[in-house]
């Protein structure tokens, strides 16, 4: 079953922008432009994540995390305009999983919907466990990768890269959105430490490394998976 996401929000441009990226990236979204129709929506079906403005008519942000903890665990990533500490404070205290200040990157709250999901335990379900490709296959589950029903030994970082491509075998890639996927969108490392992993990677799975048939580059742009 498809993952669930419910965004409370009173400004419809940033709401159509949030749901239209994470259906992109196959989450089932639903939106509620008000504290009180957030809370009609969560008691007629649970989401597996609420992403939950602060300012809202009505009854605040802070007030809808407060109900919603009264009766859910569900993850709350919290959305504000305004950065100041103590406001993260108060929703932490409230109960939610996570914080985000506008203006910011979709890229970025995409990155932390999935790590609140994987702690959560909500996106092991969404997620592939099993990609083929030829004769190359990754198993997520058992974080091994086989070639022509060989081990290829990969470190995390090269394990995880792969299977972000292969999982979006034929779209091109960018470098940051590697970068948020695989370090997290609280990295703090250049964008080429991916063209390393990308250069070791080719190594452990291409035949001719140099000219590449599986990982390609799009010279400007990033990397494509090539099945």
């Not at 939950?52 to 903890?69: A, Q, T, W, Y």
């Not at 919907?113 to 959560?120: D, F, G, N, Q």
């Not at 299977?163 to 609280?186: C, H, K, N, Y």
Request: aromatic residues 8%.
């Amino acid at each position: 079953m498809c993952t669930q996401i419910l965004i409370v929000e009173d400004e419809p441009a940033v709401a159509d922008a949030i749901a239209y990226t994470l259906r992109q990236e196959g989450y089932e979204v639903s939106t509620a432009e008000d504290g009180a129709a957030a809370l009609a929506r969560l008691a007629a079906a649970a989401p597996d994540l609420v992403i939950l403005d602060i300012l809202l008519p009505g009854c605040s942000g802070f007030d809808v995390c407060r109900e919603i903890r009264r009766s859910s665990k569900v993850p709350v990533i919290m959305l504000t305009a305004r950065g100041d500490e103590i406001d993260r404070i108060v929703g932490f205290e409230l109960g939610a999983d996570d914080y985000v200040t506008k203006p910011f990157s979709m890229r970025e709250l995409v990155a932390r919907v999935r790590a609140c999901l994987r702690r959560a335990g909500s996106e092991e379900a969404a997620t592939p466990q099993l990609l083929r490709s030829d004769d190359l296959e990754l198993d997520l589950s058992r974080c091994r990768v086989t070639l022509r029903g060989q081990w290829i030994r990969l470190n995390r970082r090269e394990f995880d890269i792969l299977w972000f491509l292969m999982s979006r075998q034929g779209q091109v890639v960018t470098r940051e959105e590697i970068l948020d996927a695989v370090w997290g969108p609280e990295r703090y490392c250049d964008p080429r430490n991916v063209d390393v992993h990308i250069r070791t990677l080719r190594q452990r799975i291409e035949e001719n490394p140099g000219f590449p048939r599986r990982i390609l580059t799009e010279y400007g742009v990033g990397y494509r998976f090539v099945g």
